[in-house]
């Protein structure tokens, strides 16, 4: 069986994902499967800089802007969604092309990860979620450093959804969750695929990172959580853990000013990127882009990743 083709255009937050993404697609013929956590949601347009209608120049997106803020949204989910953008892409004779920096979705779909869904009893997540609620975050994190160290180190405090699966998946299976995903990741993908990062100077993307903020706040974002805010949505949601809405909530809410929520939001998207780098080093057979290498040139770019797509026979010459 001959392996169908994947493309993954990748990097750290702001680098410039979407614009290059859309040049390629153009290209290529190819259509686009968002991999980002944030841009799923509706009405979450500013704080996760989603991409505008008419960026997308007529080429197809897939997973912008279907759920609501309060439907769940996990790797699970991610992974079937796409699977099913893909059918639907592989159906015309087109290829996908995956966009966004959310490298774990990225991973579970292109080595295809089985996640083992244990439905059957849900009481100990309900324990662990009033556990996170009455004691904290931290509490939670420690729970798993002490069943999971290896994961406890690669999963953030905060994202507690992640945490609660981890610690979920150890209690069901008596394995740790960071030694079957490792497993997982030796599989060989069923793809025939071209994973590039495009990547930039640290000083230059952080930067482009604080300009980014600046250009939210001046398009709007306190208005835009102040409205999710009125319809109901909170820091319960997965939703509104994201950068950008936890902390102009907390701001809402009187726990924060506006500039010292500003300058959380600054600093943690900067260790964002930093981690998001950390991750993409990690895994295999992966093609770096440094932008400055290329001198920022976008057509120059374009032409060293259609090469590589050539090199990899994964378009025609």
Known sequence: MKKKPLIILTGPTAVGKTKASIGLSKAIGGEIISADSMQVYKHMDIGSAKIKPEEMQ??????????????????????????????????????????????????????????????????????????????????????????????????????????IRALEFYEQTGQ?????????????????????????????????????????????????????????????MVSMQGLGYKEILSYLEGELSLDEAVYILKRDTRHFAKRQITWFKREKEVIWIDKQDYAYDEDKIQKQILKILKDKKIIED
């Not at 060989?188 to 903020?213: T, V």
């Not at 250009?215 to 009125?230: A, T």
């Open 176 to 236: 740790k969750i960071s030694e079957h995903n490792e497993k997982e990741r030796q599989k060989e993908s069923p793809y025939n695929f071209a994973y590039i990062i495009l990547n930039d100077d640290r000083e230059k993307l952080y930067n482009k990172i604080d300009q980014r903020i600046d250009q939210m706040m001046e398009d709007g974002l306190v208005q835009e959580v102040k409205k999710l805010k009125e319809k109901g949505y909170n820091k319960d």
């Open 58 to 163: 007529g080429v197809p997106h897939y997973l912008v802007d279907v759920l609501e803020p309060d439907e769940e949204f996990h790797v699970v989910k991610f992974q079937q969604m796409a699977k099913k953008a893909m059918d639907g892409i592989y159906a015309k004779g087109k290829i996908p092309v995956i966009v966004g920096g959310t490298g774990f979705y990225i991973q579970a779909l292109l080595y295809d990860i089985d996640f083992n869904e244990h439905k059957s009893d849900s009481s100990y997540r309900e324990h662990l979620e009033q556990v996170a609620k009455q004691d904290g975050a931290a509490v939670l994190h420690d729970m798993l450093k002490k069943v999971d160290a290896k994961s406890a180190e690669e999963i953030h405090m905060n994202n507690v959804k992640r945490v």
